[in-house]
């Protein structure tokens, strides 16, 4: 069973950093992809990066290009997302999910549970 816990959130300021965390169990880095996705408030949950393992083939959006990025460890089955200059509209609960697929056109959830997710507020 796909299962993915994130961690890390939290209040900064704006311009500060935040490093979220993925465990994932009950696959590998091999078996699917990993996107992380934020939702605010009011808004469409969102894509924020994916990246395969196999290839190292990584896309973002271009509202975080340059300010996150997106690593994983494979002892620990877990993956980080690194989260700098952060800005206000960044606002929102992030989740991490095991994609199907994860290319520059489309990106494929392996299953619909979202899970807890974790909150990253900034303040301005």
């Known amino acids: 069973e796909v299962q993915l816990v994130e961690s890390g959130g939290g209040l900064v300021q704006a311009g500060g950093s935040l490093r979220l965390s993925c465990a994932a169990s009950g696959f590998t880095f091999d078996d699917y992809a990993i996107g992380w996705f934020r939702q605010a408030p009011g808004k469409e949950r969102e894509g924020v990066v994916c990246?395969?393992?196999?290839?190292?083939?990584?896309y973002y959006a271009d509202s975080v290009k340059g300010r996150f990025a997106i690593s994983s460890d494979n002892a620990r089955n877990t993956v980080y997302l690194q989260m700098n200059s952060l800005k206000p509209e960044d606002t929102a609960r992030y989740y991490c999910?095991?994609?199907?697929?994860?290319?520059?056109?489309?990106?494929?959830?392996?299953?619909?549970?979202w899970g807890q997710g974790t909150q990253v507020t900034v303040s301005s």
């Open positions: 999910q095991a994609l199907d697929i994860c290319s520059v056109s489309r990106w494929q959830v392996v299953n619909d549970d």
């Open positions: 990246f395969n393992s196999g290839d190292g083939s990584t």
